[in-house]
Each structure stands twice: as structure tokens, then as C-alpha cells.
């Protein structure tokens, strides 16, 4: 595709729920970001993948979130026993390190626990 | 950890005003600097790139600049007009390791431009 996709738009959950949010990158971008953001606020990097492995996990809150990309291409970031304070609009983007790295972002997950 | 910080938070301006927004980092050990857009309820759209060798980078009636030793950026807005009305967001991304890929984030300017 020509840009970053992401699936669902929004997602209404209830507390304690399991939720996986999908990310499509663009096409040759061997790297994926996921971010957080909540109201008012910047985006937070959670994790980052170059192909199918993940570079650099330190954003993730805690063992809850996890993430994978299992053919360097389609990411999915799942979310176990959600919590209130995971409600957000959780962010994907793509990039190719030789281009810079300039990312490019998708419009968003947002996802609301009740 | 790197810290970014955006002034001023919001601005509301006439249409046809020049405008400045600034970025400031706190770690200058960066590999590049990115200027993104967002409009209410959607994702971010980049604006300009500039890596940390460069000074400045232009695109249309905007341009930003660089000044890697002091650790901050300008967004510099030409003529503004309503349909630039969104919040602007600073991200750097780090210089080593594994870290590389990673933004940094600042809070954003939200900026209105009334006709």
C-alpha cells in the first residue's frame, strides 16, 4: 500500500479483556515502531522491530504488551488483562534506515477500556 | 534519558503571520530531527527531516533549522493560513546502539491560524 495501515480504527474493550491491534507497513520498510499516546500528550515508543525481531522492547509498560512480526512485515501488538490505563491511541510507523530513517506513521489505534 | 520540550504549547495567530516554533533536546548525541503534524484524531504526518550533520531543511513555506551543539530546532511557518491550523510535534531519535530507531517525542505546539 501507499502508506502505514492500521486495524481496527477503534476498539472498545472491557477491563480485563485480551485485544491485538494490527499494523501494515509500508512496503519494504524493514523498520517498525509502535507508540503510545494518550490525551494531550506526545507519542511514547513502546517497541521496535528490525525484521522479525525486536530491537529495542524498553518502552513496554510491563508484561501485559507484547508484540510481534513473525514475517518482518505485519506487526501485531496484543494486550492481556486490559487495564483503564491502557485506553490510548496506539500509533504504528515504518522505516527504511537507508533513507534516513525518517518515519512515517499510520492513523492510529484508538483503543478505549471500559 | 533524552527530554524534548516544545514552546510555546499553544499559539493563536492571524492568517498571513510568519511563525516560530522551538524545539530543545537535552541529549545532543542525536542521529536525527524530525517535525511532524497532527490533526485532531489523526495520526502524524512528517514534515521535514533533518540528520544531525545537516544545518537546515526547506519544504514549501516551511523550514527547519538545526543547531545540534545547543541542542535545538525552529520550525520556521511562511505566511501562515487556516489550513495549517493543527498541532506540530518535535521528535529526535537517538545515536547509539540499539536505540537508534527510537523518537523522543515533545508535547507539541498547538497552533490556530484565524482568516
Known amino acids: 500500500g501507499a502508506g502505514v495501515s492500521q486495524t481496527p480504527s477503534n476498539k472498545v474493550t472491557e477491563k480485563g479483556k485480551y485485544v491485538e491491534l494490527r499494523c501494515d507497513p509500508i512496503?519494504?520498510?524493514?523498520?517498525l515502531y509502535w507508540y503510545r499516546q494518550s490525551l494531550g500528550q506526545g507519542p511514547e515508543f513502546l517497541i521496535y522491530?528490525?525484521?522479525?525481531?525486536?530491537?529495542?522492547d524498553s518502552g513496554l509498560p510491563n508484561d501485559r504488551f507484547f508484540a510481534v512480526r513473525p514475517e518482518g512485515s505485519v506487526s501485531t501488538l496484543k494486550i492481556q488483562r486490559t487495564e483503564r490505563g491502557d485506553s490510548a491511541v496506539y500509533l504504528c510507523?515504518?522505516?527504511?534506515?537507508?533513507?534516513?530513517?525518517?518515519?512515517?506513521f499510520g492513523p492510529g489505534t484508538r483503543l478505549t477500556v471500559l | 534519558k533524552q527530554e524534548v520540550t516544545q514552546i510555546p504549547a499553544a499559539l493563536s495567530v492571524p492568517e498571513g503571520e510568519n511563525l516560530v516554533l522551538n524545539c530543545s533536546f537535552t541529549?545532543?548525541?542525536?542521529?536525527?530531527l524530525q517535525w511532524f503534524r497532527q490533526d485532531p484524531g489523526k495520526g502524524l504526518t512528517s514534515l521535514l527531516l533533518?540528520?544531525?550533520?545537516?544545518r537546515e531543511q526547506t519544504s514549501g513555506r516551511l523550514n527547519a533549522s538545526l543547531d545540534k551543539s545547543s541542542g535545538r530546532s525552529t520550525l520556521y511557518i511562511a505566511a501562515s493560513q487556516p489550513g495549517d491550523s493543527a498541532t506540530y510535534l518535535c521528535?529526535?531519535?537517538?545515536?547509539?546502539?540499539?536505540?537508534?530507531?527510537?523518537?523522543?517525542f515533545g508535547r507539541g505546539t498547538q497552533l490556530t491560524v484565524w482568516p
Open positions: 533533518i540528520q544531525s550533520s545537516q
Open positions: 510507523a515504518s522505516s527504511n534506515p537507508g533513507g534516513g530513517n525518517e518515519q512515517f
Open positions: 541529549d545532543s548525541a542525536i542521529y536525527n
Open positions: 512496503s519494504g520498510h524493514t523498520a
Open positions: 521528535a529526535v531519535s537517538a545515536d547509539r546502539g540499539s536505540t537508534l530507531g527510537r523518537l523522543y
Open positions: 522491530f528490525q525484521g522479525t525481531g525486536a530491537a529495542d
